[in-house]
C-alpha cells in the first residue's frame, strides 16, 4: 500500500482534487489517502469540503487577515513539513498554479517525496500575468516528477521546457468530472434571488471578476462595458457574484450597483455558481476555471484578460480574449447578443478540456508508477 498526500487550499484546487480524492478511496488496498487542507482560502474552500463529503486529515489553517504572499508561503511551508516528517507520504499531489501548490511541491522536494502535478504545463509565458501564479506552476513544473497535463497544448509547453516525455501523460481536466457531480437539471438555489431570475427566464449573463493584475483601472473599464450593455439589453438579467475583496467592491458597487437589471450579490458557494453557470447565455469573466467550465455547457465566454493559459477553448472557439478595453468588450459582446450566428457558432465549438474520465487516468498512472499495475493508459483526446 501506498500513501499519497493530496494537498490543497483554495476552492478552484479544491473542485479539481475531489475527484481524484473520491477515485483514490475507491483502491483502499492499493492506497492510503492523506488528504492535507492548508486552507489558504478558508470559508471558500469549506464550502467545497462539504459538496464532496471530504474531511481533510490535517487542516493546517493557515489563512490570516491581511496575509501576503510571502507570509503564506512561511506559514504553509513549516506546516506542510512538520505532516510529512511524521507522515512520511510516498508521493504529493498537487493541483493548479496556487501558492499552496508551489510551496506543498518544495517541502515535499525537501523530503525527497515524489510529487504529481495535476493540471501542469499551463503557461502563459508571461510572469506577470497572471500574478503570482504563471511562475508558481513553471517552478512546480520543475520539481515535479508525474506531469497530468488537461490538454495537449499543455503538454507541448512541458516538452519545450525539456520534461521527459515519459512523464507526462494527458489526462484531461478533472474539473468536467467535478461538474458532472455537482451540477442538477432542477437545482434550487440557496438564494432565493436566484431562484426568482431562473424563473423569470430572462436570458443571463454572468459576471466574474476578481484578478489581481486587473485592479483598478483596468477593472474600472471592464465596469463601465458592463454597464452600457445592461442599458442597452434591459430584457437581460446581469449577474454578478462580486468578490469579497474591497478593492474589487470599491469599483463594482459604484459603477453598478443601481442600475436594475445587474444584480450585484455575494460570492457563491460552488454548488449555487456552477449551477448558475449551466444556465446562463453568456459569461464574462477573469478567472481560469470558468473559461474551462463553460464549454462543458456550449456557453461563450469573453474573458477580460490580455493573455491565457487556457488557449484551446480560444482555438476551439468558445473562448474569445477582450482584454480589459471599454469599447472591445461592448462591442464583442454586442456582436454575440445581435448575431445569433455568431452567437451559434461559439456555443456549438467543441469542449477541449475532459470527458469526465480524468480522475481515473490519473490515479491508473499513479498505479503504474508504483509498479502496481500495468494497464495501458489511454490519454484524453478530445
Not at 515524489?114 to 520539481?143: Q, W
Request: glycine share 4%.
Amino acid at each position: 500500500m501506498k500513501k499519497i498526500a493530496v494537498i490543497f487550499g483554495t476552492r478552484p484546487d479544491t473542485i479539481k482534487m475531489a475527484p481524484i480524492i473520491l477515485e483514490l478511496k475507491k483502491n483502499p488496498k492499493q492506497f492510503q489517502l492523506l488528504s492535507i487542507a492548508t486552507a489558504q482560502h478558508r470559508q471558500m474552500l469549506d464550502q467545497v469540503l462539504k459538496v464532496f463529503n471530504i474531511k481533510p486529515d490535517y487542516d493546517l489553517n493557515i489563512m490570516r487577515p491581511k496575509q501576503t504572499l510571502a507570509s503564506i508561503t512561511k506559514n504553509t511551508i513549516e506546516a506542510l513539513d512538520t505532516v510529512f516528517e511524521k507522515e512520511k507520504p510516498d508521493m504529493v499531489l498537487v493541483q493548479g498554479d496556487t501558492t499552496t501548490t508551489f510551496v506543498g511541491s518544495l517541502a515535499a522536494f525537501y523530503r525527497q517525496i515524489p510529487v504529481g502535478h495535476v493540471e501542469a504545463g499551463l503557461r502563459t509565458n508571461d510572469k506577470a500575468n497572471p500574478f503570482p501564479e504563471e511562475i508558481n506552476r513553471r517552478l512546480t513544473g520543475a520539481i515535479t516528477e508525474l506531469h497530468f497535463a488537461p490538454t495537449s497544448t499543455a503538454k507541448k509547453a512541458l516538452l519545450k521546457e525539456n520534461i521527459d516525455p515519459q512523464n507526462i501523460f494527458i489526462t484531461g481536466n478533472t474539473v468536467i468530472d467535478a461538474l458532472k457531480v455537482a451540477v442538477k437539471k432542477n437545482y434550487k438555489f440557496s438564494i432565493m434571488k436566484l431562484n426568482e431570475l431562473v424563473k423569470e427566464k430572462k436570458k443571463i449573463i454572468l459576471l466574474t471578476m476578481h484578478r489581481r493584475e486587473n485592479w483598478g483601472e483596468p477593472m474600472q473599464g471592464a465596469c463601465n462595458a458592463v454597464k452600457k450593455l445592461s442599458e442597452t439589453y434591459p430584457d437581460y438579467n446581469f449577474v454578478f457574484p462580486v468578490h469579497l475583496n474591497p478593492i474589487v467592491r470599491e469599483i463594482v458597487y459604484p459603477t453598478l450597483g443601481n442600475l436594475k437589471n445587474v444584480h450585484l450579490i455575494e460570492p457563491l458557494d460552488y454548488l449555487d455558481f456552477v449551477n448558475l453557470l449551466s444556465k446562463s447565455h453568456l459569461i464574462i469573466t477573469d478567472s481560469g476555471g470558468v473559461q474551462e467550465e463553460g464549454p462543458h455547457f456550449g456557453i461563450p465566454i469573453l474573458v477580460l484578460r490580455k493573455v491565457t493559459e487556457r488557449p484551446e477553448a480560444v482555438k476551439y472557439g468558445t473562448v474569445k480574449l477582450v482584454g480589459l478595453d471599454e469599447n472591445k468588450i461592448y462591442q464583442t459582446a454586442q456582436k454575440l447578443l445581435n448575431n445569433k450566428a455568431a452567437y451559434e457558432k461559439m456555443a456549438s465549438s467543441a469542449n477541449p478540456y475532459g470527458d469526465g474520465l480524468s480522475a481515473k487516468r490519473t490515479v491508473q498512472i499513479i498505479k503504474n508508477y508504483f509498479g502496481l499495475s500495468k494497464a495501458e493508459i489511454k490519454e484524453f483526446n478530445p
